[in-house]
C-alpha cells in the first residue's frame, strides 16, 4: 500500500511516500522571504500528483487550536473557542475534531480549505489529525510532574503532564530558541511545576534547536532527548 503522509508547521510542508511501513521518500518545504505567496499550496499540489496513492495522512501542526475534555459535544463553538486563541476565518478554515482517549481529551483545530479541498479532490481515503493528539498519544507518561516538548522549524509544541493528567498544552510560533525557552519556563511559573521535580522529554528537530536543548539543561537536571528527526524518521509522521 502507497501512503502519503502529509505534515503542515507554520510555515512549511513536510511529507514522507511510504509502501508497507517502510519510508521511500521524505521532503520538507520552508517559507523563506524568497517564496511566492502560495508556495506551499504549489509543493502541495506537485506532492499530490506525484504518484497514485492509496491513502493520504495529513498532520496539522498549525496553531489554531483549542483543547477540551473528551465528550465536550457542542461541536458548533469550536470555531469560538479556538478565537481565544488564534484570529479564526469561517470562510477559509474547515473546523476538524481529534480525541485522545489515552488521556480523555480532544482538540478543535481548524485546517486551510483550499488545502482540504486539494486532498479531498483525489477521492482517496484520507485521514486527519492534530500533532497535539498525535504527539500526546505517543508519550508514554510515568513520573508525576513531565513537561514533554516536540520541536519544530520556528515552532514548539510541549505537554505539561502530572500524574497522569493533561494541566497544560501549547503550540507556539516563534523565531528564536531563546523564545522557546522562556515560554517553557514562564509557564512552569504559572502552574506551579518546580524544576528540580519535573522532568523534562524532548523530541522533533533536536538537532536544528541546539541551543534551545543546551539553554535548558543550564537549568533543569532532568531532561532526555527521546526521539531525533534523522532523515526519513520524523517524529510525528513516523
Do not use: W
Not at 510542508?13 to 508556495?39: R, T
Not at 522557546?180 to 521535580?197: E, H, N, Q, R
Amino acid at each position: 500500500m502507497n501512503v502519503l503522509n502529509l505534515l503542515f508547521t507554520k510555515d512549511g510542508l513536510i511529507y514522507q511516500i511510504s509502501k508497507n511501513k517502510n519510508v521511500l521518500e521524505e521532503k520538507s518545504y520552508l517559507v523563506d522571504e524568497e517564496s511566492p505567496k502560495d508556495y506551499i499550496a504549489q509543493k502541495l499540489e506537485e506532492v499530490l500528483l506525484k504518484q497514485r496513492f492509496d491513502e493520504i495522512a495529513v498532520i496539522s501542526a498549525l496553531n489554531h487550536f483549542t483543547l477540551m475534555p473528551e465528550g465536550f459535544s457542542e461541536h458548533d463553538a469550536g470555531y469560538d473557542l479556538i478565537s481565544f486563541n488564534a484570529p479564526v476565518d469561517k470562510d477559509n478554515e474547515e473546523l476538524m475534531l481529534s480525541v485522545n482517549k489515552k488521556f480523555n481529551v480532544q482538540f478543535y483545530y481548524t485546517f486551510p480549505k483550499d488545502f482540504y479541498r486539494k486532498i479531498k479532490e483525489l477521492s482517496i481515503p484520507v485521514r486527519f489529525n492534530f500533532s497535539g493528539e498525535k504527539f500526546l498519544n505517543s508519550i508514554q507518561n510515568k513520573n508525576k510532574k513531565e513537561i514533554h516538548i516536540n520541536l519544530y522549524h520556528n515552532q514548539c509544541e510541549f505537554f505539561a503532564i502530572d500524574n497522569k493528567k493533561v494541566i497544560l498544552y501549547n503550540n507556539l510560533d516563534v523565531n528564536s530558541e531563546v523564545d522557546f525557552l522562556y515560554f517553557v519556563m514562564f509557564t512552569l511559573s504559572k502552574i506551579g511545576f518546580g524544576i528540580s521535580d519535573t522532568n523534562f522529554f524532548v523530541y522533533g528537530e533536536t538537532t536544528e534547536n541546539e541551543t534551545f536543548i543546551s539553554e535548558l539543561q543550564k537549568f533543569v537536571k532532568n531532561i532526555k532527548i527521546v526521539f531525533d528527526n534523522i532523515p526519513n524518521k520524523n517524529f510525528i509522521l513516523n
